[in-house]
T-cell receptor, first 112, second 111 residues
Framework: ETGVTQTPRHLVMGMTNKKSLKCEQHLGHNAMYWYKQSAKKPLELMFVYSLEERVENNSVPSRFSPECPNSSHLFLHLHTLQPEDSALYLC???????????FGSGTRLTVV | SQQGEEDPQALSIQEGENATMNCSYKTSINNLQWYRQNSGRGLVHLILIRSNEREKHSGRLRVTLDTSKKSSSLLITASRAADTASYFCATSRNSGYALNFGKGTSLLVTP
């Protein structure tokens, strides 16, 4: 247990489904992040929240919709995904922009 | 691009040997970090070195940073089978929150 908890660990969804990924941290960190990890590619930053405000959004398709209701929780809402969206989705938190990240174990998403 | 690039892509050594991985990047940074990932799990933060530091140690890990060459190295001494993992460097700019990762070095330590 790293201090950042992601659920579910595995998710298989059809292209017409709607699902949500959940991330929770109780480390007192101010910033939370969503990253996408695909095979043989560097981690891709998707979204950054600082004190519940979105501060970075890296040209992510609108079928991915983040939500940060408070500084401890972060969601990634998914709808009408494509097979190429299959990947490991990683949540992380940090004290701020120039500190180390604590990652969750990730959600392995398969879109069929 | 800001992201780091690790070298080599894969490294295979025997237990007890030292493992050295290198990272190069392209623009100025606030700090550089190294992470480990075990087979598709989350990344674990190993060490952070700031741009005004040249060397840092943590247990069996030694990290160096050469900002004039825009490069860093991670040395794992007396490696163990449990060190088998992928290792990533990540760079943080002076502005913004983004931490940019390389593709990683896959390390295999055999008994």
């Amino acid at each position: 247990e790293t201090g950042v908890t992601q659920t579910p660990r595995h998710l298989v969804m059809g292209m017409t489904n709607k699902k949500s990924l959940k991330c929770e941290q109780h480390l007192g960190h101010n910033a939370m992040y969503w990253y996408k990890q695909s095979a043989k590619k560097p981690l891709e930053l998707m979204f950054v929240y600082s004190l519940e405000e979105r501060v970075e959004n890296n040209s992510v398709p609108s079928r991915f919709s983040p939500e940060c209701p408070n500084s401890s929780h972060l969601f990634l809402h998914l709808h009408t995904l494509q097979p190429e969206d299959s990947a490991l989705y990683l949540c992380a938190s940090s004290q701020g922009p120039h500190y180390g990240y604590t990652f969750g174990s990730g959600t392995r998403l398969t879109v069929v | 691009s800001q992201q780091g690039e690790e070298d080599p892509q894969a490294l295979s050594i025997q237990e007890g040997e030292n493992a050295t991985m290198n990272c190069s990047y392209k623009t100025s940074i606030n700090n550089l970090q190294w992470y480990r990932q075990n087979s598709g799990r989350g990344l674990v933060h190993l060490i952070l070195i700031r741009s005004n530091e040249r060397e840092k140690h943590s247990g069996r890990l030694r990290v160096t940073l050469d900002t004039s060459k825009k490069s860093s190295s991670l040395l794992i001494t007396a490696s163990r089978a449990a060190d088998t993992a992928s290792y990533f460097c990540a760079t943080s700019r002076n502005s913004g929150y983004a931490l940019n990762f390389g593709k990683g070095t896959s390390l295999l330590v055999t008994p």
